[in-house]
């Protein structure tokens, strides 16, 4: 569901989705963190979460580089879990790694 709602905004100027969603994701960003951290083997649910997570760094950019920040070690975490499955974690590391670099 949070990643179809992602997908919604996709279109919409990323400063008019920051002053939206930043303010809503910030309280709830360590438990997304932690659910990558802890239930690492949930594959499906480590898929889910990373496909809203590379749907808001498509859509917020550099915008998202607190958050993203934040969510290095628990992306690792996850992916060293279960590195076979878990590669979801990787790429969306990998593009959060992209969108700081190309907006430096």
């Not at 932690?34 to 480590?46: G, K, N, Q, W």
């Not at 990373?50 to 070690?73: E, K, P, V």
């Not at 076979?84 to 990787?90: D, E, G, R, V």
Request: positive net charge; contains cysteine; aromatic residues 6%.
């Amino acid at each position: 569901m949070l990643s179809a709602t992602a997908k919604t905004f996709e279109g919409v100027a990323p400063a008019v989705l920051a002053q939206v969603l930043l303010p809503a994701l910030s309280p709830i960003w360590p438990l997304i963190c932690s659910v990558l951290e802890t239930r690492a083997t949930d594959t499906d649910l480590v898929v889910v979460i990373c496909s809203l997570l590379n749907r808001l760094l498509n859509s917020l950019g550099i915008l998202m580089t607190d958050l993203f920040l934040a969510t290095i070690r628990s992306l690792h975490a996850s992916f060293q879990q279960q590195p076979l499955k878990n590669t979801a974690c990787m790429r969306v590391f990998f593009q959060g790694c992209k969108v700081l670099r190309d907006n430096q």
